[in-house]
């Protein structure tokens, strides 16, 4: 290695400017090599700085342009690259080249998004989280953008700046952020009944996500399959995540707000990085019309589901996300998602909301990413057959701000005949493989209307808060009781409960128990309210769903000066040999000594390292370290959070004191090491009456 180094007069002697070989040079924006990065350009030593500082100019202007917009929903956001692999052809059904064949892979880059909060918000507010995945298919890109709900707050896109307006931060005051829990988006809840199904999944433990891997997914809308025949198939998409579903208690999801903001994020980043895939299937509902007008609702309202148990979720393939972005801005942030980009074979219903979602996203993209050419940035940019041919997208489309591209010729037009003169004549449209749109039969009067069978807001909210474990259910009344006890005017309250009487009297009955207020009379109802079959699949606490497992889950191993050094390694072998990612916690993060004399280096620090931050914990302590740390808040609270966060906590002997210290009660879940690896896969629901009191 040759070192270099340039000295100039006034940096002291310190040795900032090498040229190295190993380094290339740093140049400007235009190319030209920079030999000092360290001071700007001055008349004399201690001078005027000078105008003329092209190296100083062109970094400051860059840095001040750094930042684009941020999204107006969905600003806060993390994404990983990864692979769909059809599972099952579905060739009869779609021409959609990604579902042709067994084992066909297709890349796809997946964005998990909170709603309401801006892009420096904290990962874990309540809030629904987006779940975009784009498709890179070989017949162009497929955006698949939904949300972890199956439903959503409206029927019809015209009311999405309103929803939107109220839910952030309140517009005089600039605040709350990341948070429903205010008058204006209650306000406009009470007064917008058709919200009442999305609202008892946003009061959910839907809404408290353990991590990304752990969520479910859906396209929400109707759209359709569209054949070789050109008939069509009803469509309707999930993502069952392949980790099962997992939420945390609300206490523990404010305390991880608090301990790692980044919290889902760095899950992300560091299941990729140790290889812990997150994985999902992919599953589809099919269905004519004739089925969809068999139902009492309306398949074309994106306020209402169709059970799994009515209509079983068919699972076609598997999505796997196995490489983080390498960077942030130019991928995660400039990704364009835009749920009018489909490929032959998907086409789109008339759902009000998902119509209006069609305007939506290539016109946001504008003012985000400033330039009709945001299809042109590689993260956008579409991949398969037509990069094979050496070019992404192939039209006459020219210019505009940010043109990447040097097309060559005059043919910018088409048809044209400019090939016969030996000319690059450019693409041509191709009538059999180029996109088809379903030629639905469609008539009628324009109307501002929303029609009949859009009016029932209740049956299936009602479906849903009865379908939740009791547990679940609890949570669902709490939360009610919490975001109302926020609210300052009591006029909002009222009518909020006027419309939850109409979902179930048991629910209303305890929120307003909660409240300490009368119930008021329920609002009237615009379409009879329905008694529907109970859906087990709506469930995560003791759902089909909930996996217990220590599969990509993370076991905090509490120990400190004197562990024994049999008891740590054997703990951190059997967490390993059950999946799980054992993280090790002490007082201090450096060395710590154990009882044989070898030392080791903790993981983490325990005020850094919180038990909200992980699975499960086990405590080793050696006798005389409990006895300090009895008397240290931080290791009391460790423990007392795992135990009020119904988290298995396994412990030696010598560690009793400080559970004791700490309030922890006998239970299925408090065992010794020997049997804590089995009781560490899962929570403890049956300990949550012990603990708080919920509506
Ligand atoms: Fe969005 N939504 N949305 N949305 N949405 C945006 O587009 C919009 C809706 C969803 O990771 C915006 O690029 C309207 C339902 C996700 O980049 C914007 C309506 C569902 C993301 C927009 C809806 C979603 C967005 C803002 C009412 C679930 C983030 C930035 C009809 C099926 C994608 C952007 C990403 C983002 C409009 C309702 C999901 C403004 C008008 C329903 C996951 O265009």
């Known amino acids: 290695m040759t070192d270099t180094t340039l000295r100039t007069p006034g940096n002291g002697g310190e040795t900032h400017q090498t040229t190295d070989a190993d380094h290339p040079v740093l140049t400007t924006n235009h190319g030209m090599p920079i030999s000092d990065n360290q001071n700007q350009l001055k008349a004399g030593a201690r001078g005027p700085v000078l105008l003329e500082d092209e190296v100083y100019r062109e970094k400051i202007n860059h840095f001040d342009h750094e930042r684009i917009p941020e999204r107006i929903v969905h600003a806060r956001g993390s994404a990983a690259h990864g692979y769909f692999e059809c599972t099952e052809s579905l060739a009869d059904i779609t021409v959609a080249d990604l579902f042709q064949k067994k084992g066909q892979r297709t890349e796809v880059f997946t964005r998990f998004s909170t709603v309401a909060g801006g892009a420096g918000s904290v990962d874990t507010p309540r809030d629904v989280r987006g779940f975009a995945v784009k498709f890179y298919t070989s017949d162009g890109n497929w955006d698949l953008v939904g949300n972890n709900i199956p439903v959503f707050f409206i029927q019809d896109a015209i009311k999405f700046p309103d929803l939107i307006h109220a839910a952030k931060m309140e517009a005089d005051r600039g605040y709350p952020q990341a948070a429903t829990a205010h008058d204006t988006f209650w306000d406009f809840i009470s007064l917008m009944p058709e919200s009442t199904h999305m609202i008892m999944w946003a009061m959910s433990d839907r809404t408290l996500p353990r991590t990304f891997a ?347 000066d004197g562990t024994d050094r049999e008891e740590y390694d054997s703990l951190i072998a059997a967490v390993k040999g059950a999946g799980g990612h054992p993280l090790t916690i002490a007082p201090k993060v450096g060395k710590v000594p154990l009882s044989d004399g070898s030392t080791v280096t ?34 009391v609270q460790w423990v007392m959070d795992a135990f009020g966060h119904l988290k298995a906590i396994g412990h030696n002997a010598d560690s009793k004191p400080l559970l004791d210290k700490a309030g922890v009660e006998p239970d299925a879940g408090v065992t010794d090491l020997e049997l804590f690896v089995d009781a560490a896969k899962q929570r403890y629901w049956d300990r949550e009456p012990k603990v708080r009191t919920l509506a």
């Open 602 to 635: 903790a993981d983490a620090q325990l005020f850094g390292q919180p038990s909200v931050t992980v699975d499960a914990c086990a405590v080793i302590l050696s006798a005389e370290a409990c006895a300090k740390l009895v008397k240290e808040g931080a290791a």
């Open 214 to 560: 752990n969520m479910e997914g859906f396209g929400v809308h109707t759209f359709r399959f569209i054949n070789k025949e050109g008939k069509s198939t009803f469509v309707k998409f999930h993502w069952k995540p392949r980790a099962g579903l997992a939420s945390t208690i609300w206490d523990e999801t404010v305390k991880i707000a608090g301990a790692d903001p980044d919290f889902q994020r760095r899950d992300l980043f560091e299941r990729i990085e140790r290889g812990d895939y997150p994985e999902w299937d992919l599953g589809v509902q099919l269905f004519d019309e004739e089925f969809a007008n068999s139902l009492p609702y309306d398949v074309l309202d994106a306020t209402k589901i169709i059970p799994e148990e009515v209509l079983p979720v068919k699972i076609v393939g598997k999505m796997v996300l196995d490489r983080y972005p390498d960077n942030f801005f130019a991928e995660t942030e400039q990704a364009a998602f835009v749920p009018s980009h489909v490929v032959p074979g998907i086409g789109f219903s008339n759902d009000p909301l998902l119509q209006g979602r069609l305007f939506s996203y290539t016109d946001t993209q504008l003012s985000r990413l400033g330039s009709v050419n945001f299809h042109q940035l590689p993260i956008n940019a579409a991949k398969g057959r037509a990069e094979a041919a050496g070019c992404p997208f192939m039209n006459q489309q020219r210019d505009g701000h940010m043109q990447m591209a040097v097309p060559k010729g005059r043919a910018n037009y088409e048809p044209n005949s400019l090939a016969k003169a030996g000319e690059q004549a450019g693409a041509r449209e191709d009538p059999d493989k180029g996109y088809k749109t379903f030629p639905s039969e469609e008539q009628g009067q324009k109307l501002r209307i929303r029609p009949e069978s859009f009016a029932d807001h209740y049956s299936q909210a009602r479906l849903f808060f009865r379908s939740l474990d009791p547990a679940e259910q609890a949570h669902v009344a709490s939360a009610l009781v919490f975001e109302l006890s926020k609210v300052s005017l009591p006029h909002i309250r009222v009518a909020v409960m006027a419309n939850l009487r109409n979902v179930d009297e048991d629910l209303a009955t305890r929120v307003a128990d909660g409240l300490a207020m009368d119930l008021p009379e329920a609002s009237p109802t615009a379409a009879p309210v329905l008694d529907m079959e109970p859906s087990p699949a709506l469930r995560i606490v003791r759902g089909p769903r909930e996996k217990h497992t220590l599969e990509g889950r993370t076991v905090g191993i509490f120990f400190a």
